[in-house]
Nanobody, 124 residues
Framework: QVQLVESGGGLVQAGGSLRLSCAAS????????MGWFRQAPGKEREFLET????????YYADSVKGRFTISRDNAKNTVYLQMNSLKPEDTAVYYC?????????????????WGQGTQVTVSS
């Protein structure tokens, strides 16, 4: 079992930055690929980024490439999402998730564990 808790969300002006954190419990955190997703009101959940268990491989959605960066610290059981150049359309609830595989994956059905989400609001 892996429990995930996101933090770092909040209100920011367009063009600003935020760093989200996702703290994981469980001694096997390092074997899971991790991912970040988001869901805006009235929209489907959207894949953003994923990182392999070792941190050596990542994959990004086109919508955030060049602006968002995923990273992880297995010693701290934490995965991060650095978000720069934020836009109002980035407003959503952001979720981290742990996949039942070690390689980076964009498929939501590969993810077995989900956090409760953290709200990010970008004002214009």
């Amino acid at each position: 079992q892996v429990q995930l808790v996101e933090s770092g969300g909040g209100l920011v002006q367009a063009g600003g930055s935020l760093r989200l954190s996702c703290a994981a419990s469980g001694r096997t955190f390092s074997i899971y690929a991790m991912g970040w997703f988001r869901q805006a009101p009235g929209k489907e959940r959207e894949f953003l980024e994923t990182i392999s268990w070792s941190g050596s491989s990542t994959y990004y959605a086109d919508s955030v490439k060049g602006r968002f960066t995923i990273s992880r610290d297995n010693a701290k059981n934490t995965v991060y999402l650095q978000m720069n150049s934020l836009k109002p359309e980035d407003t959503a609830v952001y979720y981290c998730a742990a996949a039942g595989v070690s390689y980076p994956t964009a498929r939501s059905y590969d993810y077995d564990y989900w956090g409760q989400g953290t709200q990010v609001t970008v004002s214009s």
